[in-house]
């Protein structure tokens, strides 16, 4: 008995984890992520691959509220919920 709980355990490890797309908003325009899992370069590419006005080299930031909003950088993991919303602004030209 004990082979078959290792087995299904082994087969559980291996099992494909399900993507749900999640709908989250960026400059005020929706945008559909492929996985509620993602980088901050994922929500761009995402956003510009939808028609989004930004460009991969805009500051990204996560708005949670009241003024308050946190800096995600391209290579930063985000968990995204539905209704999410970020700001892509350009960076500063100090050149």
């Known amino acids: ?3 078959i709980q290792t087995a299904a355990t082994a087969a559980e490890r291996t ?3 399900q993507r749900h797309a999640v709908e989250v ?3 005020f325009k929706p945008v559909t992520l492929p996985d509620d899992d993602t980088t901050g370069l994922g929500i761009k590419q995402a956003a510009i691959e939808q028609g989004v006005g930004i460009q991969l080299d805009f500051v ?3 708005e949670h509220g009241h003024g308050h909003r946190e ?3 391209d290579d930063q993991l985000v ?3 539905r209704g999410a919303c970020f ?3 350009p960076g500063d030209d100090n050149s």
């Open 25 to 27: 908003l960026l400059n």
């Open 60 to 62: 990204l930031f996560e």
């Open 1 to 3: 008995m004990q082979s």
């Open 79 to 81: 968990h995204v919920h």
């Open 15 to 17: 099992a494909p984890c």
């Open 87 to 89: 700001e892509a602004i």
């Open 71 to 73: 800096l995600i950088r």
